[in-house]
């Protein structure tokens, strides 16, 4: 007895030191990229808030086997890289901000319509990125990122003469230069080479000399073996990912829905191209089902009912921000039964979302063309895209059908949402909360913000309104990422080869969209095609003002 007794005294202070540790874990945090929100704002502040930087769960070490990287680690490798490429290049964080803007990121990037009571972000990251510090054992530290909602639905501004204002960024307008594809590529690439080079770990420290012991030692003894264990398991992959991630502008979430949901990707993945051209998010929250597809639709109510300003309602918004969190989240590598716990904020962003207003357009607009251009959309449009108010200079939704259907586009983007994922949709904790269908065709969406939404159809297909209005005239090729607007077209400013004019350099990156790629094809909507010229012209005057 005595012996025992000496036992457990010895092994109490171990015990005591392992409860210690257990208790000081932690292995999933909130994002420090959420802006400050003053004590009493109402729930559009409080959803810009989270638009800017919540993490949705998307800061944690689940996430961190997917789609989440131990940032300090990862942005040593990326200037790393750039120096043996660019010897030049300097070791600090100006030479990081200028990779990150290549992929379409943000850095330094001002929120231009944040409401009153909400602070200014307080991040080293782009506005975008979702960061907190993690402790996966007691004691530890380690820095992780992910992306978040304004990574890809926050976008530049433009100046009167066109060209995109990188400075300046409101949340809601798209990010059509946001390429997902090229930055997870650059992450796999530059770890890959410096994983096990002895230079990583000094050049972060370098980068980042804020950083203390603790955060060093983590990532010495932990975080850096995790990361040499993640890349040996993708030995001989060309690729982080089994499926494309995009372009400038576009992105892949119904496959990255499908690996959450280990539901079968096609080809394995190479085939799984459904890409969507990131929206506007003006007037979304009029919709009863949500994606390209209307896949995910309120419960118990037809999809295709029509909505009025009424029905805009806090329970209508809820209902929105369940869908909107199921989907959003798998982009972040978090399995959508985790999303549950962050529907209060989705709610708030739905609120903001609903005072929400793009850019009136930078360019000139014929008002007396505008006012023409107004009976011919009711005529032509209206039925599918909604009816708007007798305004010509700001007008707004007043009806929107909800339609939904096929109108000759590439059909891959929905065939891909198929019976077996929407099955899966319905074996999760959502099952209540989102009705799942597949093989509706595509939804068609309310307009607000359009002109700053190029290139056009659900798969960024169509650079241009003109174009869209004469599919003859669409072109095969064209160049997207950082481009420059063109007011008479509405859309991208391109050269007739489609790459852009001579002398004019992008901000970040651009990438040729091919419509002759699986996903990418250019057909389709032939609506408009054959109004008279003067009424095509007409009809785009009157679209800029949406």
Same mark, same amino acid.
Request: hydrophobic share 45%.
């Given at each position: 007895m005595r012996w025992g007794r000496r036992l457990g005294l010895a092994a109490a202070p171990l015990v005591a030191a392992a409860l210690l540790l257990w208790a000081t874990a932690?292995?999933?945090?909130?994002?420090?990229?959420?802006?400050?929100?003053?004590?009493?704002?109402?729930?559009?502040?409080? *959803?810009?808030?989270?638009?800017?930087?919540?993490? %949705?769960?998307?800061?944690?070490?689940?996430?961190?086997?997917?789609?989440?990287?131990?940032?300090?680690?990862?942005?040593?490798?990326?200037?790393?890289?750039?120096?043996?490429?660019?010897?030049?290049?300097?070791?600090?964080?100006?030479?990081?901000?200028? &990779?990150?803007?290549?992929?379409?990121?943000?850095?330094?990037?001002?929120?231009?319509?944040?409401?009153?009571?909400?602070?200014?972000?307080?991040?080293?990251?782009?506005?975008?990125?979702?960061?907190?510090?993690?402790?996966?054992?007691?004691?530890?530290?380690?820095?992780?990122?992910?992306? *978040?909602?304004?990574?890809?639905?926050?976008?530049?501004?433009?100046?009167?003469?066109?060209?995109?204002?990188?400075?300046?960024?409101?949340?809601?307008?798209?990010?059509?230069? &946001?390429?997902?594809?090229?930055?997870?590529?650059?992450?796999?690439?530059?770890?890959?080479?410096?994983?096990?080079?002895?230079?990583?770990?000094?050049?972060?420290?370098?980068?980042?000399?804020?950083?203390?012991?603790?955060?060093?030692?983590?990532?010495? %003894?932990?975080?850096?073996?995790?990361?040499?264990?993640?890349?040996?398991?993708?030995?001989?992959?060309?690729?982080?990912?089994? %499926?494309?991630?995009?372009?400038?502008g576009s992105t892949n979430g119904v496959a990255a829905l499908k690996a959450a949901l280990r539901v079968p990707l096609a080809g394995g993945g190479a085939e799984d191209s459904g890409v969507v051209s990131i929206p506007d998010l003006g007037d979304r929250i009029w919709r009863t089902s949500l994606l390209a597809d209307g896949a995910y639709a309120v419960p118990g109510r037809p999809r295709n009912s029509p909505t009025t300003a009424g029905a805009l309602d806090r329970r209508h918004l809820r209902r929105l921000a369940e869908i909107m969190t199921f989907f959003t989240v798998p982009s972040m590598g978090v399995h959508p039964q985790a999303a549950l716990g962050h529907i209060d904020d989705a709610t708030d962003i739905m609120a903001f979302l609903k005072t929400y207003r793009p850019q009136p357009f930078p360019g000139p607009v014929d008002l007396a063309a505008a006012a023409k251009g107004r009976t011919v959309y009711a005529a032509a449009c209206a039925a599918c895209h909604g009816s708007y108010d007798a305004s010509v200079a700001q007008p707004r939704l007043i009806r929107f059908p909800n339609w939904i259907g096929g109108v000759g586009t590439d059909p891959l983007r929905a065939t891909l949402f198929d019976a077996a994922l929407a099955a899966a949709v319905g074996r999760t904790a959502y099952r209540d909360r989102i009705a799942a269908a597949s093989g509706g065709g595509y939804a068609a969406p309310p307009l607000a913000g359009l002109w700053a939404s190029a290139p056009y159809l659900h798969n960024g297909s169509v650079p241009t309104l003109a174009a869209l209005l004469s599919p003859g005239e669409r072109p095969a090729r064209f160049l997207v990422g950082g481009h420059a607007l063109d007011f008479d077209a509405v859309g991208l400013r391109l050269a007739p080869d489609g790459a852009y004019p001579p002398g004019y350099r992008p901000f970040s990156v651009p990438a040729w969209i091919d419509t002759r790629a699986p996903g990418r094809g250019k057909d389709g909507h032939r609506f408009g095609e054959t109004l008279p010229p003067e009424q095509k012209r007409q009809l785009i005057e009157y679209l800029k003002r949406l």
């Amino acid at each position: 007895m005595r012996w025992g007794r000496r036992l457990g005294l010895a092994a109490a202070p171990l015990v005591a030191a392992a409860l210690l540790l257990w208790a000081t874990a932690r292995s999933e945090t909130e994002s420090l990229s959420r802006p400050p929100v003053a004590p009493g704002a109402g729930a559009p502040a409080r *959803g810009a808030a989270a638009f800017a930087g919540a993490g %949705f769960g998307g800061v944690g070490m689940d996430a961190l086997e997917t789609n989440a990287v131990p940032w300090r680690l990862v942005a040593a490798a990326l200037v790393l890289d750039e120096r043996a490429r660019d010897p030049a290049a300097r070791l600090d964080r100006a030479t990081l901000d200028r &990779i990150l803007r290549r992929f379409g990121f943000l850095p330094g990037a001002a929120i231009v319509n944040a409401p009153a009571g909400v602070g200014p972000r307080n991040s080293e990251l782009p506005l975008g990125f979702t960061h907190g510090d993690l402790a996966p054992v007691g004691g530890a530290r380690v820095r992780v990122a992910n992306l *978040g909602c304004a990574a890809c639905h926050a976008g530049v501004t433009y100046a009167a003469d066109g060209t995109p204002r990188p400075d300046r960024a409101m949340l809601g307008m798209p990010n059509s230069s &946001i390429d997902l594809e090229a930055y997870t590529l650059a992450v796999f690439r530059a770890m890959r080479r410096f994983a096990g080079s002895d230079r990583l770990l000094p050049a972060a420290a370098r980068l980042f000399p804020e950083m203390g012991w603790r955060e060093r030692q983590t990532m010495r %003894f932990l975080v850096l073996p995790l990361a040499k264990r993640r890349l040996a398991a993708l030995e001989g992959s060309e690729r982080p990912l089994p %499926f494309p991630n995009g372009a400038p502008g576009s992105t892949n979430g119904v496959a990255a829905l499908k690996a959450a949901l280990r539901v079968p990707l096609a080809g394995g993945g190479a085939e799984d191209s459904g890409v969507v051209s990131i929206p506007d998010l003006g007037d979304r929250i009029w919709r009863t089902s949500l994606l390209a597809d209307g896949a995910y639709a309120v419960p118990g109510r037809p999809r295709n009912s029509p909505t009025t300003a009424g029905a805009l309602d806090r329970r209508h918004l809820r209902r929105l921000a369940e869908i909107m969190t199921f989907f959003t989240v798998p982009s972040m590598g978090v399995h959508p039964q985790a999303a549950l716990g962050h529907i209060d904020d989705a709610t708030d962003i739905m609120a903001f979302l609903k005072t929400y207003r793009p850019q009136p357009f930078p360019g000139p607009v014929d008002l007396a063309a505008a006012a023409k251009g107004r009976t011919v959309y009711a005529a032509a449009c209206a039925a599918c895209h909604g009816s708007y108010d007798a305004s010509v200079a700001q007008p707004r939704l007043i009806r929107f059908p909800n339609w939904i259907g096929g109108v000759g586009t590439d059909p891959l983007r929905a065939t891909l949402f198929d019976a077996a994922l929407a099955a899966a949709v319905g074996r999760t904790a959502y099952r209540d909360r989102i009705a799942a269908a597949s093989g509706g065709g595509y939804a068609a969406p309310p307009l607000a913000g359009l002109w700053a939404s190029a290139p056009y159809l659900h798969n960024g297909s169509v650079p241009t309104l003109a174009a869209l209005l004469s599919p003859g005239e669409r072109p095969a090729r064209f160049l997207v990422g950082g481009h420059a607007l063109d007011f008479d077209a509405v859309g991208l400013r391109l050269a007739p080869d489609g790459a852009y004019p001579p002398g004019y350099r992008p901000f970040s990156v651009p990438a040729w969209i091919d419509t002759r790629a699986p996903g990418r094809g250019k057909d389709g909507h032939r609506f408009g095609e054959t109004l008279p010229p003067e009424q095509k012209r007409q009809l785009i005057e009157y679209l800029k003002r949406l």
